[in-house]
């Protein structure tokens, strides 16, 4: 993932209820990529905010699936989780699992979820992304803006 050729969103989230789904591996990186998806979240004004925990990063879809079709649909759903390449084939299968189960959930739901999932080979990787302080990138933020700013580009189309 990188910063290169990424839009500067302005978004405005007035009225809109968002459910931020968070994996709880890699605990530093994800308290940073939350906090930084929750700062976006109320830069945007965003009126409502919820934080669901599910363990690892395959847990993603399943959620996303039943937030996205429960009575009490959001708006949209931010996805943010953490997979570091280990040597097991588990990066491949977790890191496709949550990817294309995330997917599907926007498409089959019409809902916008931002893909705040990384992907990296090393743990350094992931906190240069992840919105610390001296971090070169906000993914959790980077999100969060993208799916208001997809909500908003979509809701004459309902
Ligand atoms: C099993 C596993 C591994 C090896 N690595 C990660 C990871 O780097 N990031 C992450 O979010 N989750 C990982 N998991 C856990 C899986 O996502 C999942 O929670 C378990 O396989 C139980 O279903």
């Given at each position: 993932m990188s910063k290169e050729g990424s839009p500067a969103i302005q978004v405005d989230g007035n009225g809109l209820r968002v459910v931020v789904i968070a994996a709880q591996w890699h605990e530093q990186i994800m308290t940073a990529l939350v906090e930084g998806t929750q700062r976006a979240l109320n830069e945007a004004n965003v009126s409502e905010v919820s934080v669901v925990r599910v363990p690892?990063?395959?847990e993603l879809s399943v959620a996303a699936a039943r937030i996205a079709r429960s009575?009490?649909?959001?708006?949209a759903i931010v996805a943010l989780g953490v997979v570091i390449r280990g040597g097991t084939p588990h990066f491949d299968f977790v890191c496709t699992a949550a990817t294309d189960g995330l997917n599907s959930v926007a498409l089959e739901t019409g809902i916008p979820v931002g893909f705040g999932l990384l992907t990296c080979d090393t743990e350094q990787q992931a906190l240069d992304r992840s919105?610390?302080?001296?971090?070169?990138?906000?993914k959790g933020a980077e999100a969060a803006q993208a799916a208001i700013a997809t909500v908003r580009a979509l809701e004459n189309w309902r």
């Open positions: 690892g990063s395959f009575k009490d649909a959001p708006d919105g610390l302080p001296g971090s070169s990138e906000d």
